[in-house]
């Protein structure tokens, strides 16, 4: 029998939206990022200040010195100095912070999520060409980039071209199917054209994505009174007067220091998140660990703070923690497939067989389209050597949703322990077609052939 060496993967996907860096060794994941409004600006509070007020100056202290101190110690990285960057346009100190931008482009033109920022600067000045020139370098660097479309749909809108705009939405809902703010836009869009049909469907999309979109609502009331149809638009008008009504409660009840202060939080743990990385990246575990905290310290709620912390765990070796912080994850995000899956990968380490085989399962279960669940169970199974045949149908499965190497290399190995050689040095020959340069998969292919 072959020693199989190809360990389980963590597949983390990322999305930030603050200082990009030059390598990802570690990439936790986190649900995409659609930046669809410019970043809120809090300005420090005149007169006197209570304990929120207090709090928040604080929180932005303490960033500053924290982004002076990573240039210091980082002085090759242009991280920083995005970082810093940011922090200054979210205080409103804009102009000081697009000049921080400007100078991190120099060192890495590459950076689509400076571009970003700097549009969404542009867009509250009113300089639509310019945050179109930015977003479009956007999309030049990052073709998929969640929300950059829609920004220049936004901008397009502003500059009265409307059809220009539709286009730009048509391409955002292909990136991002989930953002219920694009399918209103668009929505609107076809209203404002009078084609009805498709302003009522991507009302609709709205509705489905986001069921509390008091806006779509009315645009699906205007458009069914338009096409005379009286009893539907007085079902979406009670709708949308109901939701009305619940926004109005919530905006009368708002505490406008307390919403500050939200945001200040929410600045400040990007900021160690990004700080935590830096160090983790350096291979400074202890400094990492010790900002990461803080993040989650500063904001609780913040996943994102939480999955660097796994993935610092992972690499340490700390399974036991990182399968901790995974539950806590779980209990803010309980319809995250990833979680599961890296819950059950850690159980797996454990030989928790029964818990790791559960956790694949709801992976699974949140994410059927996704070929990782599938084939992590499969594995799981031929680990422990049971429900062989199983294993092979759910690498099959792995394989069909997604043809890659590792998929294709998971299923060699089914094959090969339900005694299908010709079909494990099949799947073998596609991995190693599909990543020649891998050598761990050549060794397993060349011994499966020396079988025939």
Same mark, same amino acid.
């Given at each position: 029998?072959?020693?199989?060496?190809?360990?389980?993967?963590?597949?983390?996907?990322?999305?930030?939206?603050?200082?990009?860096?030059?390598?990802?060794?570690?990439?936790?994941?986190?649900?995409?990022?659609?930046?669809?409004?410019?970043?809120?600006?809090?300005?420090?509070?005149?007169?006197?200040?209570?304990?929120?007020?207090?709090?928040?100056?604080?929180?932005?202290?303490?960033?500053?010195?924290?982004?002076?101190?990573?240039?210091?110690?980082?002085?090759?990285?242009?991280?920083?100095?995005?970082?810093?960057?940011?922090?200054?346009?979210?205080?409103?100190?804009?102009?000081?912070?697009?000049?921080?931008?400007?100078?991190?482009?120099?060192?890495?033109?590459?950076?689509?999520?400076?571009?970003?920022?700097?549009?969404?600067?542009?867009?509250?000045?009113?300089?639509?060409?310019?945050?179109?020139?930015?977003?479009?370098?956007?999309?030049?660097?990052?073709?998929?980039?969640?929300?950059?479309?829609?920004?220049?749909?936004?901008?397009?809108?502003?500059?009265?071209?409307?059809?220009?705009?539709?286009?730009?939405?048509?391409?955002?809902?292909?990136?991002?199917?989930?953002?219920?703010?694009?399918?209103?836009?668009?929505?609107?869009?076809?209203?404002?054209?009078?084609?009805? !049909?498709?302003?009522?469907?991507?009302?609709? +999309?709205?509705?489905?994505?986001?069921?509390?979109?008091?806006?779509?609502?009315?645009?699906?009331?205007?458009?069914?009174?338009?096409?005379?149809?009286?009893?539907? +638009?007085?079902?979406?008008?009670?709708?949308?007067?109901?939701?009305?009504?619940?926004?109005?409660?919530?905006?009368?009840?708002?505490?406008?220091?307390?919403?500050?202060?939200?945001?200040?939080?929410?600045?400040?743990?990007?900021?160690?998140?990004?700080?935590?990385?830096?160090?983790? *990246?350096?291979?400074?575990?202890?400094?990492?660990?010790?900002?990461?905290?803080?993040?989650?310290?500063?904001?609780?709620?913040?996943?994102?703070?939480?999955?660097?912390?796994?993935?610092?765990?992972?690499?340490?070796?700390?399974?036991?923690?990182?399968?901790?912080?995974? %539950?806590?994850?779980? %209990?803010?995000?309980?319809?995250?497939?990833?979680?599961?899956?890296?819950?059950?990968?850690?159980?797996?380490?454990?030989?928790?067989?029964?818990?790791?085989?559960?956790?694949?399962?709801?992976?699974? %279960?949140?994410?059927? *389209?996704?070929?990782?669940?599938?084939?992590?169970?499969?594995?799981?199974?031929?680990?422990? !050597?049971?429900?062989?045949?199983?294993?092979?149908?759910?690498?099959?499965?792995?394989?069909?949703?997604?043809?890659?190497?590792?998929?294709?290399?998971?299923?060699?190995?089914?094959?090969?322990?339900?005694?299908?050689?010709?079909?494990?040095?099949?799947?073998?020959?596609?991995?190693?077609?599909?990543?020649?340069?891998?050598?761990?998969?050549?060794?397993?292919?060349?011994?499966?052939?020396?079988?025939?």
């Amino acid at each position: 029998m072959i020693v199989w060496l190809v360990a389980a993967s963590f597949l983390w996907e990322s999305s930030f939206v603050v200082a990009a860096q030059e390598t990802q060794k570690a990439k936790p994941s986190s649900k995409p990022t659609t930046q669809q409004s410019p970043p809120k600006q809090v300005t420090p509070a005149k007169g006197v200040q209570g304990p929120l007020e207090q709090e928040a100056a604080s929180l932005k202290k303490e960033e500053i010195e924290l982004a002076k101190k990573l240039m210091l110690e980082f002085p090759d990285s242009n991280v920083p100095i995005v970082l810093m960057g940011n922090i200054q346009v979210r205080h409103g100190n804009t102009a000081e912070g697009l000049e921080l931008w400007k100078k991190a482009l120099q060192l890495n033109p590459r950076q689509a999520n400076v571009y970003n920022g700097m549009a969404w600067v542009a867009m509250s000045k009113g300089q639509y060409q310019e945050a179109i020139n930015h977003w479009q370098k956007v999309l030049q660097i990052q073709p998929k980039m969640s929300g950059a479309h829609v920004g220049i749909a936004r901008a397009l809108m502003a500059l009265g071209k409307q059809i220009e705009a539709i286009g730009e939405l048509e391409e955002e809902n292909k990136i991002s199917p989930k953002s219920g703010f694009s399918f209103y836009l668009l929505g609107h869009q076809y209203l404002q054209q009078k084609d009805y !049909d498709k302003a009522k469907k991507n009302y609709e +999309a709205a509705v489905a994505v986001e069921p509390n979109n008091t806006n779509a609502y009315y645009g699906l009331y205007t458009v069914y009174t338009r096409l005379n149809q009286p009893k539907k +638009a007085e079902q979406f008008l009670a709708s949308f007067k109901k939701l009305k009504a619940e926004d109005m409660k919530v905006l009368k009840d708002r505490n406008d220091a307390y919403s500050d202060l939200l945001t200040v939080r929410k600045g400040a743990a990007e900021t160690y998140v990004t700080a935590g990385r830096l160090y983790l *990246e350096s291979g400074r575990f202890q400094d990492a660990e010790a900002l990461l905290k803080r993040a989650t310290a500063i904001d609780p709620n913040d996943t994102e703070c939480l999955e660097w912390l796994v993935t610092l765990y992972q690499t340490t070796n700390r399974v036991m923690d990182a399968l901790q912080i995974c %539950k806590k994850i779980i %209990k803010l995000e309980p319809e995250d497939p990833v979680a599961y899956l890296n819950m059950g990968l850690f159980y797996a380490r454990l030989q928790r067989t029964a818990e790791a085989e559960e956790s694949f399962f709801k992976a699974i %279960k949140l994410a059927p *389209e996704k070929s990782d669940g599938y084939r992590e169970l499969a594995k799981l199974y031929l680990k422990s !050597d049971i429900k062989l045949q199983e294993a092979k149908n759910l690498a099959e499965k792995a394989v069909k949703l997604g043809p890659t190497a590792v998929n294709y290399m998971a299923l060699s190995r089914t094959c090969d322990k339900n005694g299908d050689t010709a079909g494990a040095i099949s799947a073998a020959k596609q991995a190693v077609e599909l990543e020649p340069s891998n050598p761990i998969y050549q060794q397993i292919y060349q011994a499966l052939q020396k079988r025939k």
